[in-house]
């Protein structure tokens, strides 16, 4: 493949700022991964489509990311095009009782700017580092609480280029699932929620004291992606791994947190490889076990041979 001629056409369809050769570990909350071929900073939203448009039509290997929370990258060269909605789709509406936000706006600035304002159902992202994006496709959730619990509908890109709009049901959530799990090439670009009006000094005092809890109990001062595993139905995942006695283990610069045994941290010079040996030495001592097997959340990206 002619990669300076990729650059060139992504250029002429001014897709946005193009960066060749970039670290993924600046992209992502393990700080591990490989260069990128091109990263590309997208404008905006017709920009976006553009360049996925480009890359299907090219046959060119492309993803569209976040904050790359939830995304393990490979130590080795991802050869193609990584589009990241950092800059250009952080986009927030608020009408009333309705927010709209587009896909690369984080979670917790969400949080924080739903409570100045006095509109209460974002109380359980204040400590969830990722993109309204990614929440959605995850349906991620903290204190029993969810995002399809205030979620009215998305505009989403699908495979044929079209702008599609789903409500609640027809995204088909459940326990950190989506539709769009299952349709990989669908990509979100906003979401509209409803929220509850309530006092913002309630609101705020919500998101301080949990924050308080989180800075007590997770290791948020280390690079992580949050909750490895899902919670089985049973009892949480990291009781299963505290009982297998994996609390602080470690594999290179990797390391089952000390402080949360569902959190796999990096000490400041773990390698991807690490982290992943990690991840799947604490599925099978699970397993063996407990016969219980553990459903990763974090998304493995550019490990196949």
């Not at 470690?250 to 040996?277: C, M, R, T």
Request: with cysteine; net charge negative.
């Amino acid at each position: 493949m002619n990669f300076d001629q990729v650059y060139f056409d992504l250029v002429d369809l001014n897709v946005g700022e193009i960066i060749e050769n970039e670290p993924m570990y600046k992209h992502t909350t393990f700080k591990v991964g490989g260069p990128a071929r091109y990263f590309v900073y997208i404008n905006d939203i017709e920009g976006l489509k553009r360049g996925i448009k480009y890359c299907c039509d090219h046959d060119i290997k492309h993803m569209v990311i976040g904050n790359g929370s939830d995304l393990l990258f490979s130590d080795k060269e991802y050869q193609g095009v990584i589009f990241s909605l950092m800059k250009g789709l952080k986009a927030v509406n608020i009408n009333g009782s309705v927010i709209k936000a587009q896909a690369g706006t984080g979670m917790i600035y969400l949080a924080y700017e739903a409570a100045k304002v006095g509109l209460s159902g974002f109380e359980f992202m204040g400590g969830i580092p990722g993109t309204i994006g990614g929440g959605v496709y995850m349906n991620a959730g903290a204190y029993k609480y969810c995002m399809s619990d205030v979620f009215t509908s998305a505009l989403i890109l699908n495979e044929n280029y079209e702008f599609i709009t789903l409500n609640k049901e027809e995204m088909q959530f459940s326990y950190r699932h989506s539709i769009l799990q299952d349709h990989k090439d669908w990509i979100l670009l906003e979401a509209t929620f409803t929220m509850s009006p309530r006092d913002s000094k309630d609101i705020m005092h919500v998101l301080d004291k949990r924050k308080e809890k989180r800075m007590a109990s997770q290791p948020w001062n280390f690079a992580s992606a949050g909750s490895i595993f899902r919670n089985p139905e049973e009892k949480p995942a990291w009781k299963y791994i505290d009982e297998c006695g994996l609390r602080g283990y470690e594999i290179g610069g990797a390391q089952v947190s000390p402080k949360h045994s569902n959190f796999i941290v990096n000490n400041g010079y773990a390698s991807a490889k690490d982290i992943l040996e990690l991840i799947l030495l604490v599925e099978k001592t699970v397993f063996d076990r407990f016969k219980v097997e553990l459903q990763k959340e974090v998304i493995l990206v550019n490990w196949e041979k």
